[in-house]
């Protein structure tokens, strides 16, 4: 197999990455007693109690400790801006470390994935799955799942100006609903998120926690994976480094790779899948020439749109007395600022360039301005922030390996914007959030646009803002993408083309980003890779 020592060569499936689509593969592969599950994690366990209060990783200075921090690349499709993408190194991955927003996007976005020539993958087929992996609490007029690992519930203490942002949503055409996970039009809601009782419900708690017991599953936390292992052109094991040491570990069925949009093609590529010529270049084998391994990169890309408001928000709140209160009013009833999750409102909204297709704009608010500016939370001025997003980017990024070893770090060019048409989907965003503020009843509150601070018919001004501001959502994904075609990296069962006993599982699979957050749908890709796992046994 490898001349690297063995540390254990009885384990039937080895799990590279405990995150959000991990957790749930092995988590489900270890309920059939018959096989030996090892899941492996380069981070620690769930670390800092910070990331159990929903708020409270506002708190946390560590980030080296429970994040990868990769370094992008200068974006030229925005004026040059670098981004720092965070992604979690920690049991339950970046679930432990996000907004703790739960969507699962629009029935319409995985009917284009069947459409593309991926049976099985349609909403009709994926919807039982969400079902199945949701615990949702509270009335819904359609059907949520009730037994699932992962609670759900709409978030317990939405701002004071939420009512009226809704209405005023409803003035500009785009209708409140009471459930927003089960829409596929134009809508807007009370954002729902993976807690319970204001605590969180990362996929480590949700999935690891009750299965950590059982005797054929075993989690190894601190190992970094270099490499799949292959005997020709059959995964045997993965290559490892573990407590100062490099090793390996065999696979006797199969390996699944886990590890995210970024590492997981970074780590195919250091096991000699991938372009062949760009690995030649990076001094690695060429096993399977794969050209789109690290490519088709897609994100949302957001923008804060801040207004000057009447009523406190979060903007105030990290003072000392206000967050005595507040950690007082969370310990006593679990409600109020620290359940807050990343955004009060979840909606999907019509650009006025698509109003006859699926909703192309992705919308979120809260009481907060932007989260990167450190004075977000302790300037004076009470901020209330409306977010669109592009639902369904058309650009594109790679992900690419500058050398042939474990420690050298990736070249990530998000390209963010490199579309033309996500600029001007984002520039009528802005324009559709600020007629929202500005009416009846949520614009009785409103004192002032903060940013952008020009007049937005100014269409070479909005440009400018959009490309210098627009940031990214974390929810990078597609650079192992699945599809039908001989360059797609794996097939509609998550194998690697080219490989056998290899599959991957988690956002970077997915061919065509969904119109929401990301972590219920890849929880929904580790469930279903588990069960292609079970029926090819």
Not at 39 to 55: K, M, N, Y
Not at 383 to 410: E, I, K, N, Y
Request: with cysteine.
């Amino acid at each position: 197999m490898s001349d690297l020592p063995v540390l254990d060569a009885e384990f039937d499936i080895v799990v590279v990455g405990a995150g959000s689509a991990g957790s749930a593969v092995a988590a489900r592969l270890s309920e059939d007693p018959s096989l030996r599950v090892l899941l492996l994690e380069a981070g620690g366990r769930d670390g800092t109690p910070l990331f159990a209060v929903p708020g409270g990783q506002v708190f946390v200075r560590d980030w080296d400790r429970y994040a990868w921090q990769y370094a992008c690349a200068p974006d030229a499709s925005r004026h040059g801006r670098p981004d720092v993408w965070r992604r979690g190194r920690i049991l339950g991955g970046s679930s432990t470390i996000n907004g703790l927003i739960w969507a699962v996007g629009l029935p319409s976005d995985y009917d284009g994935w069947a459409r593309s020539g991926l049976p099985g993958w349609s909403w009709h087929d994926v919807a039982p799955w969400f079902r199945r992996i949701e615990r949702f609490a509270g009335e819904s007029p359609g059907p949520r799942g009730r037994e699932g690992p992962v609670a759900v519930e709409r978030f317990r203490s939405p701002h004071a100006l939420m009512p009226d942002l809704l209405a005023a949503f409803a003035a500009q055409g785009v209708p409140p609903v009471d459930d927003i996970n089960l829409v596929d039009h134009a809508a807007v809601g009370r954002v729902q998120t993976n807690q319970r009782r204001g605590l969180r419900q990362s996929a480590s708690v949700a999935y690891l926690g009750p299965a950590r017991g059982r005797p054929n599953l075993t989690i190894w936390t601190g190992c970094r994976v270099d490499r799949v292992l292959l005997k020709g052109r059959h995964a045997t094991g993965v290559a490892l480094h573990r407590d100062g040491r490099d090793c390996s570990v065999a696979a006797r069925r199969e390996v699944v790779v886990c590890a995210g949009a970024i590492a997981s093609p970074l780590l195919l590529m250091r096991s000699g899948i991938g372009p062949g010529s760009l690995l030649q270049s990076r001094g690695l084998p060429v096993i399977v020439d794969a050209p789109d391994v690290g490519r088709h990169l897609q994100e949302h890309p957001e923008l804060y749109v801040e207004y000057e408001v009447d009523l406190p928000t979060y903007t105030r709140h990290r003072r000392w007395l206000p967050m005595v209160g507040i950690g007082l009013q969370w310990a006593l009833s679990r409600r109020g600022p620290a359940t807050s999750p990343g955004s009060h409102l979840l909606g999907y909204a019509h650009s006025g360039r698509a109003a006859d297709g699926p909703p192309d704009l992705l919308l979120f608010a809260g009481p907060w301005g932007r989260l990167e500016d450190a004075l977000a939370f302790t300037r004076g001025t009470p901020v209330f922030s409306l977010s669109p997003s592009v639902a369904r980017p058309r650009s594109r990024g790679v992900v690419q390996p500058t050398g042939p070893h474990l420690d050298d770090p990736p070249r990530i060019e998000p390209n963010l914007l490199g579309d033309d048409e996500d600029v001007r989907t984002l520039m009528d965003g802005v324009r559709l959030v600020d007629r929202v503020a500005h009416a009846v009843p949520f614009a009785r509150h409103v004192r002032r646009r903060l940013t952008p601070a020009f007049a937005l018919h100014d269409d070479a001004a909005l440009e400018r803002f959009v490309r210098d501001d627009a940031s990214i959502c974390y929810h990078a994904c597609g650079t192992c993408r699945m599809g039908p075609d001989d360059r797609a990296v794996v097939d509609a069962e998550l194998r690697v083309r080219g490989v056998q006993g290899l599959r991957v599982a988690d956002t970077s699979v997915m061919p065509a980003i969904p119109s929401g957050n990301l972590n219920a749908p890849a929880i929904m890709i580790g469930e279903r890779a588990a069960d292609f796992i079970r029926r090819a046994a």
